[in-house]
Structures are given as C-alpha cells and as structure tokens.
C-alpha cells in the first residue's frame, strides 16, 4: 500500500499519514531500495485502529495508546484506557447525581458560619484535587459566578460546602462537554435557585447522548484495538526488494 492508499480510506491527507508514521501512532514502514515508503496491512489495522480511539478517548489518550502499543508497553496502554472508562464513569455519576438534585432543588443558602459544622467541606486545594483541576481554574469559575464559596471568618479562606461542591461538580462535566463559561454560569445559578430548569434539562439531555456516544465508541475502539494486537503478533520482519511505485 501507498499513503494515498491509507489516506483515502480515512478522508485525511498522505501528509497526516507520514506525521502518523512520525509521531508512532502506526509502525515504521518498510522501504524500497528507492526510498519509497510501502505500508501493509498492519499499518492499515493501525491507522483503524488510532482513528477509533480518538471519538473514545481524545487524541492525546489515543496517541499514547498507541505508542505505548508499539514500544511493547501493552500495560501502559491499558492503564491509559482504564484511566478514560474511569473518567467515563465518573461523568455518568455525576450526571446521574445532578439529575436526581434537580427534582428537589430549592433556594435554601448553603452557607454554614461554623466550618466544622459542615463535614462536606473542602478547601480551595481539596477540591481542585477532587475534581483533578487547578485551583485557578475554580478562583476562575467563582469570578464568572458559577462558584460562591462562602469565607471562613477568622482565617479568610475559601470553604466549599455541599452546594458548591454539586456546582463544581456541574461545572466541571458540562466544561467537558465543551460548554462555554458564561453558559455554565447561568445553567448553575438556575440549579442553585431552583430556577426554570429549561437550560438545565438541555444541556443534561445533551451531554447524555455525548457520554452514550463516548461508550459506543470505547466498545468500537476495543474491537479495533484487540484485531490489531492480533495483527501485529502475526506479523513477521520482511525485507522489501519491490519495484518502486510510481508517483
């Protein structure tokens, strides 16, 4: 096969390919005595297969997928894929909590004067932890408003309660549905008044469908990962004396 070949399946360029070959998404290909790359169907099963990990796990987690694949660290990649399911899971959770918060919303304050009197509380530094985020970014998401922690009154730090964990917690899924801020901010603050829930019930119907489509697309991934290992574990070295293509 020529890049063109593996190009054309996909709709990508031949220069994509090469980059591929760069980058080691796909292995090495073999070279005529002319120079000419020739691939086979073991670059074709690898180029299907990174192209199904980018809709299940992005493409930084794909490309380390396959890297780790083609230096022999087939534990490496797993842990790369255990780590996407887990984040998978964590969504649907967390989904599945906002859901079940909506019904029985109220406008009730969260605040609490006494720290201690609130087991649920977090620091600025435990909750970034909790949701592995900087701390930045929650300083970011309370200017824009979509966080309102209340301040402990003798050391003047943040304290985040109940309430402002469930909106962290909002915030940071539908950040991962690529909702602007300023969108987010207005479906928290209708969750926090037990406002209309119009916003609320789309944006949580939308990212449903993303999380089924997220899940079908990791079973899809799987499949094509699993026929390439066994592609690869068939393959043997071959020595290339071909004619070269023409151009």
């Known amino acids: 096969m020529r890049p063109t070949d593996l190009a054309r399946e996909h709709g990508i360029s031949t220069q994509a390919v090469r980059n591929y070959e760069r980058d080691g998404f796909i292995p090495p ?22 192209v199904a990990l980018l809709p299940a796990y992005g493409h930084s987690a794909g490309g380390q997928i396959m890297t780790a694949v083609h230096d022999d660290e ?7 894929i255990d780590r996407g399911h887990s984040q998978l899971l964590r969504d649907r959770d967390t989904l599945d909590a906002v859901r079940k918060a ?25 909750l970034a932890h909790q949701l592995r985020v900087t701390p930045a970014t929650l300083r970011n998401w309370e200017d824009v408003g979509i966080l309102t922690p ?33 969108h ?22 939308d990212w449903q469908r993303k999380l089924t489509a997220r ?23 071959r020595e290339f004396t ?5 151009r």
């Not at 087939?74 to 790369?80: E, K």
């Not at 209340?150 to 469930?166: H, K, L, M, N, W």
């Not at 066994?230 to 393959?235: C, E, I, K, M």
């Not at 071909?242 to 023409?246: F, K």
């Open 242 to 246: 071909v004619a070269p293509p023409s």
């Open 150 to 182: 209340s301040r402990d009154p003798v050391t003047g730090y943040r304290v985040f309660r109940a309430g402002d964990i469930r909106d962290a917690e909002l915030a940071h899924l539908l950040r991962r549905g690529g909702y602007p801020l300023d």
């Open 74 to 80: 087939l534990d490496d990649a797993l842990t790369v």
């Open 102 to 126: 909506v019904g029985h919303l109220t406008a009730e304050s969260v605040a609490v004067p006494d720290p201690s009197a609130d087991p649920a509380a977090r620091t600025i530094g435990e």
């Open 215 to 237: 899940g079908l697309a990791m079973l899809d991934a799987a499949a094509r990962l699993s026929h390439y290992l066994s592609v690869l574990s068939r393959a043997a070295p």
């Open 29 to 50: 290909a073999e070279r005529t005595r002319s120079g000419y790359r020739i691939y086979t169907e073991v670059h074709a099963a690898a180029l299907r297969t990174y």
């Open 184 to 205: 987010i901010s207005t479906v928290v603050q209708q969750i926090r008044t037990a406002g209309g829930t119009d916003a609320l019930s789309g944006s949580l119907d």
